[in-house]
């Protein structure tokens, strides 16, 4: 992993248009700003991993939980 | 035509226009960009079987089957990248899953599809978790 040190309001900037900026520390916490052109997607770390993760668990489904839920999802 | 391999329902045949494309794949699921919808006449669950991994496969749902007020705010770049004009051609789903006799529905990621050109992508819902329902 790449480390760098920054202060406050100095930056990284990511290829050419992406920028992620520190903008207050606070004790443990960091506010980070981040410049992306608007088809990268930003989001953080922990909920991309829990969609990940529940997308992973999602494709354990078999037949049989298929036909559980078939009888709560009936066609009217 | 296209035949397309799987683990639970064996070799099907689809037309071709009925494939659904993520150009960015499922979180988790880059690689796979080719999906499609398994529909049965007697429960509004389906399918969401992956073209190209026979194993990969996600029970989904109509988020109005679960959710009759959902709404969803979808962003500039994403209606861009699905090529989306109008709010009516969007169609979003859900995919479940069960756990100890409980339903999950993930409704963090769900998956916003443009019914007119089949363009998907899952989108990531800040502040919503996946929701669990008892099931009856």
Do not use: C
Not at chain 1, 3 to 22: P, S
Not at chain 1, 42 to 68: G, M
Request: hydrophobic content about 40%; cysteine-free; proline content about 4%.
């Amino acid at each position: 992993m790449l480390v760098l040190t920054r202060k406050v309001n100095e930056g990284i900037r990511i290829g050419d248009d992406i920028v992620v900026r520190v903008l207050e520390v606070r004790g443990s916490q960091v506010k980070l700003g981040i410049e992306a052109p608007d088809e990268v997607k930003v989001y953080r770390e922990e909920l991309y991993q829990k969609i990940l993760e529940e997308n992973i668990r999602a494709t354990k489904a078999d037949k049989d939980q298929f036909n559980r839920l078939k009888e709560v999802f009936k066609k009217k | 035509m296209i035949e397309v391999e799987t683990t639970r329902f064996g070799k099907l045949k689809v037309e071709e226009d009925r494939i659904i494309h993520f150009p960015e794949g499922l979180l988790g699921f880059s690689k796979l960009k080719r999906y499609i919808l398994l529909d049965y006449k007697d429960t509004s669950i389906k399918w969401l079987q992956a073209v190209d991994d026979p194993d990969v496969a996600f029970i989904v749902i109509n988020v109005f089957e679960l959710e009759p007020e959902y709404e969803l705010k979808v962003p500039d770049s994403v209606q861009r990248l699905l090529g989306l004009e109008k709010p009516e051609d969007a169609v979003v789903l859900v995919i479940l899953r069960v756990e100890e006799g409980k339903l999950i529905a993930n409704l963090a990621g769900p998956l916003l599809i443009n019914s007119q050109n089949r363009r998907g992508t899952q989108m990531v819902i800040e502040n919503v978790s996946p929701k669990v329902y008892n099931m009856q």
